[in-house]
Nanobody, 119 residues
Framework: QVQLVESGGGLVQAGGSLRLSCAAS????????MGWFRQAPGKEREFVAR????????YNADSVKGRFTISRDNAKNTVYLQMNSLKPEDTAVYYC????????????WGQGTQVTVSS
């Protein structure tokens, strides 16, 4: 059974930093793409960043590029999201997700971790 467990969320002041982690289990993820999404109250879930098995990355440029960094440790089946210079508009529930290397849709989702940025 595949499980994705996020951690590292919390309350931080604007300008601060947080590092989210997502530990995956239940299969080998080393060839999969892993990603982060977020959903703010009253808004649709939006893409934040993704990283391929080989380390290629892409970001939601409008929202987070230059402030957030995604990385992964294949040996630990873990993906990270380093978030710097946080803004109140980054407040959301952050979800990690996994997509098969050959797929176009996201196959597995975590339960989410709350990030709240105070002004």
């Amino acid at each position: 059974q595949v499980q994705l467990v996020e951690s590292g969320g919390g309350l931080v002041q604007a300008g601060g930093s947080l590092r989210l982690s997502c530990a995956a289990s239940g299969r080998t993820f080393s060839r999969d793409t892993m990603g982060w999404f977020r959903q703010a109250p009253g808004k649709e879930r939006e893409f934040v960043a993704r990283i391929t098995w080989s380390g290629g990355t892409s970001y939601n440029a409008d929202s987070v590029k230059g402030r957030f960094t995604i990385s992964r440790d294949n040996a630990k089946n873990t993906v990270y999201l380093q978030m710097n210079s946080l803004k109140p508009e980054d407040t959301a529930v952050y979800y990690c997700a996994v997509r098969y290397a050959s797929g176009s849709s996201w196959n597995y989702w975590g339960q989410g971790t709350q990030v709240t940025v105070s002004s």
